[in-house]
């Protein structure tokens, strides 16, 4: 499974909505015939101090921080911060493991 996530905009700025897109996420190297019954859920996670946003984006595709989220929460303006998207398959991958990690 790879995992895409994508960020709009790239850089907020004040009273901007940041969106982490995971819709791009897909299955790789399977036959077509065998994709039918194959899914996966996503569980994100983000710095301690906006988990419970990312709690609420529980199997959705775009997670959307809303800037009032972001304020209130305390983080500081120009830092990076690690957001990630844990894609869960209903199946086991060549790999042995059950889920892929996306980090953006």
Not at 29 to 40: C, D, I, M, Q
Not at 48 to 53: I, N, P, R
Not at 88 to 102: R, V
Request: net charge negative; charged share 20%.
């Amino acid at each position: 499974m790879l995992v895409r996530l994508s960020a709009s905009p790239e850089a907020a700025t004040n009273g901007q909505l940041v969106s982490i897109d995971s819709s791009a996420t897909s299955f790789a190297n399977l036959p077509k015939e065998l994709l039918f019954n194959r899914s996966f859920t996503r569980e994100w996670t983000c710095p301690y101090e906006l988990q419970q946003v990312c709690d609420s984006h529980l199997d959705q595709n775009v997670l959307r921080i809303e800037y009032a989220d972001f304020l209130s929460s305390g983080l500081q303006f120009w830092t990076l911060y690690e957001f990630s998207m844990k894609a869960e398959a209903n199946f086991t991958q060549g790999n042995g493991l059950k889920y892929s990690l996306g980090k953006i």
